[in-house]
Structures are given as C-alpha cells and as structure tokens.
C-alpha cells in the first residue's frame, strides 16, 4: 500500500528551542533524520512506495533525499577508489514529493495528493514525527477485519500530568497520574479507504473533521497499542529518541538484526 506522510507543518514547538529553521521531520535521531526512521519502519513492512505531503521546509526534505548518502548508516567497501555498497536504504523506494501548501491542515494535505494514490482502495498515512514498534501488518491485518473505512492506531496517554478530584472548598480528595485512566489518545498510523475523502472538506482535518464523522456512522476503528510509542513534537522528545539510539536502546527499529 502507498504510505502518505504529512511532512508541511510549521513545528513551532520545535524550532522555539532549536532556534533554526529545519523543519521537524528532518530532525536528527541517530544519523538519520525522522522522516527517514519512520519511513524505514514502513518499508520493513514492505511498503516503500511514499507521498510526502510537503508545505514549510520542502526544500530541505527534497534536498535531503536528492543528495542522499547511502554510506552514512551502510557498511561499504572502498576499492580502487569506487565505493561498493554492503546493504541500502532506499534503492528500493518510490518518493513523489507533492507540495500542499504552507498553511494547509492535515484534511487538505490529503485532498491533495488525492491523484497519487492512483485509485487505490486502502492507503497508510501518518505524521512524520512519531515512532512506534507496533506491528504494522496486524494493524493492517485488524482493520481490514474490522470492516472500518479508516482505522487509527489508539495509545495511553504519554503526558506526565497528574489529574487532581478537588472539592469546591479546596479540599484535594485525590490525585492520579493521567497515564493510569482508561483513556486512549490518537497515536497516528492510520489506514484508510477511499471513503475517508467523502468526509473531508476542502480545507478540512483529518481528525477533527472526516475521523468525528466516521466514528458517529461506527466506521472508524481504534486500534489499541501498549508498547513503545514516542511522538517527537517538542525539542525535548526527539531529544530523548536520540538519546537512546546513541545508546542503542531504539525499540522502533524493528528492521535491526537486534530485533529479528
């Protein structure tokens, strides 16, 4: 199935601590960026074929995989002063880079690159800025039995806050940390149908808009996931993702030997 990976937001949050104008998916984890881990993750499930719904920063992204470097996370061989590579990356990869505007929400980005998926019935798409280890053919797997026009991977809340029961004069009866209610959040990784454009409107979101009104007809489904998941939105996130893949703790890389 193509992948469709919405790559044009801003990132305020991120650039107000970076102070520099790359954009968020081309934050670095590792050697590589994030657009790149979460691709990767995608074609280790065999989907390689990727639409980038591009806006702030295009240049940067296009520019990145138009000069890309194989030898950067790829054992070579140098002889006779021709490199010989030992494994790739992205050979094997189709990329169409679509431009969908600065201001764009999600919803419209989709509407736009509407044509590249070339008729499909089903289609992944995703934000650039999140990884998981969940196993992406049995989400895929889950939904097709769910008989759902989109499904939407559901996560614990990830927040540190602690909710508190307060009485009207004060009193603190409680306090719980959010992580331990049973709630879900949106984590990304959709799969979607064709259907999902007869609820996006122009300028639309994909959430708020066509997901709302699909789960009151019961046609979106959740798909429940409890291990690792890690969005990268803020400076401190992707921070602590690099973290621990300079120590080798990267529990999304599912394509390592370490994970086989």
């Known amino acids: 199935m193509k992948v469709v990976l919405f790559c044009g937001g801003y990132g305020m949050r991120m650039r107000n601590a970076v102070g520099d104008d790359i954009p968020k998916p081309m934050q670095m984890v590792g050697p590589r960026p994030l657009l790149w881990h979460v691709m990767r993750y995608y074609a280790h499930f065999g989907h390689k074929d990727f639409i980038l719904c591009l806006g702030y920063g295009a240049s940067r992204i296009k520019d990145y995989f138009l000069e890309y470097r194989e030898t950067e996370s790829n054992d070579f061989v140098m002889r006779d ?43 992944l798409a995703n934000y650039a800025d999140v990884l998981t280890d969940a196993r992406l053919d049995d989400i895929v797997d889950t939904f097709h039995a769910s008989g759902a026009a989109v499904s939407m991977m559901l996560v614990p809340p990830q927040q540190s806050f602690h909710c508190v029961e307060v009485k009207d004069s004060g009193e603190v009866k409680d306090i719980v940390p959010v992580a331990n209610f049973p709630i879900w959040i949106n984590g990304g990784f959709f799969v979607l149908s064709q259907e999902v454009f007869d609820y996006l409107p122009p300028g ?13 007809k019961g046609r979106l489904f ?17 921070a602590e993702l690099d973290e621990g893949y300079r120590h080798g703790v990267r529990p999304w890389a599912l394509w390592e030997p370490a994970h086989a």
């Open 81 to 123: 002063g021709e490199v010989h590579l030992l494994d790739n990356d992205i050979s094997d990869w189709t990329i169409t880079f679509v431009d969908t505007g600065l201001e764009s929400p999600i919803g419209e980005r989709l509407r736009r690159v509407r044509d590249h998926l070339d008729g499909d019935e089903y289609f």
């Open 204 to 216: 639309g979101d994909l959430v708020a808009d066509a997901c709302e009104a699909l789960a009151g």
């Open 222 to 238: 959740g798909y429940r996931h409890e291990g690792f998941w890690k969005p990268a939105d803020t400076f401190k996130e992707r």
